[in-house]
T-cell receptor, first 118, second 113 residues
Framework: DTGVSQDPRHKITKRGQNVTFRCDPISEHNRLYWYRQTLGQGPEFLTYFQNEAQLEKSRLLSDRFSAERPKGSFSTLEIQRTEQGDSAMYLC????????????????FGPGTRLTVL | GENVEQHPSTLSVQEGDSAVIKCTYSDSASNYFPWYKQELGKRPQLIIDIRSNVGEKKDQRIAVTLNKTAKHFSLHITETQPEDSAVYFCAASDGSGTYKYIFGTGTRLKVLA
């Protein structure tokens, strides 16, 4: 499968615990996005990387959340001191920015990590 | 903040009929509008997209129209089939340069056989 992959697919944790999710984008894609999707809602933007640089963070991303993309390939999203309100599907998407192109290229989504905080 | 509104939230149609989903956006700098289909428990999948320099785009039974002046765009599915049943999300790219998507709240489409 050459698409975007995410691990784990499901995570159940107790309130107060830390969790880390991983996203592996399509190999040549230089842009990576994290979104959060709650039941019955559309995905909400969390953060964006171009290569290894984190260029934008949503105000939804409190200081308990941190994301990295150390070598411009895979990315991790960590949530510290989880709260019940963090329960959601965390989606990763990647796209390719081509030099000289319009910059607006399709984002390919991963299957998501479903987090349940008890 | 930037916003995308989507209507209706649920839509039931008979097999073979047409379905229309409408969205409005607030960011006048948005210039790319994708539509995603999400089946239960699966990832969102792009079904069609339109750029701001085009008013209409069609791909077999699916079409999208864009009215930049009114900041409206719509998805049209003709000759609906049971396998079209899913949740559909519209989105608008933000105009800031990150090209992140602002999504609508989704439309649950049910095609009745």
């Amino acid at each position: 499968d050459t698409g975007v992959s995410q691990d784990p697919r499901h995570k159940i944790t107790k309130r107060g615990q830390n969790v880390t999710f991983r996203c592996d984008p399509i190999s040549e894609h230089n842009r990576l996005y994290w979104y959060r999707q709650t039941l019955g809602q559309g995905p909400e933007f969390l953060t964006y990387f171009q290569n290894e640089a984190q260029l934008e963070k949503s105000r939804l991303l409190s200081d308990r959340f941190s994301a990295e993309r150390p070598k411009g390939s895979f990315s991790t999203l960590e949530i510290q001191r989880t709260e019940q309100g963090d329960s959601a599907m965390y989606l990763c998407a990647s796209s390719l920015r081509t030099s000289g192109g319009p910059g607006l290229n399709e984002q390919f989504f991963g299957p998501g990590t479903r987090l349940t905080v008890l | 903040g930037e916003n995308v509104e989507q209507h209706p939230s649920t839509l039931s149609v008979q097999e073979g009929d047409s379905a229309v989903i409408k969205c409005t956006y607030s960011d006048s700098a948005s210039n790319y509008f994708p539509w995603y289909k999400q089946e239960l428990g699966k990832r969102p999948q792009l079904i069609i997209d339109i750029r701001s320099n085009v008013g209409e785009k069609k791909d077999q039974r699916i079409a999208v129209t864009l009215n930049k002046t009114a900041k409206h765009f719509s998805l049209h599915i003709t000759e609906t089939q049971p396998e079209d049943s899913a949740v559909y999300f519209c989105a608008a790219s933000d105009g800031s340069g990150t090209y992140k998507y602002i999504f609508g709240t989704g439309t649950r489409l049910k095609v009745l056989a």
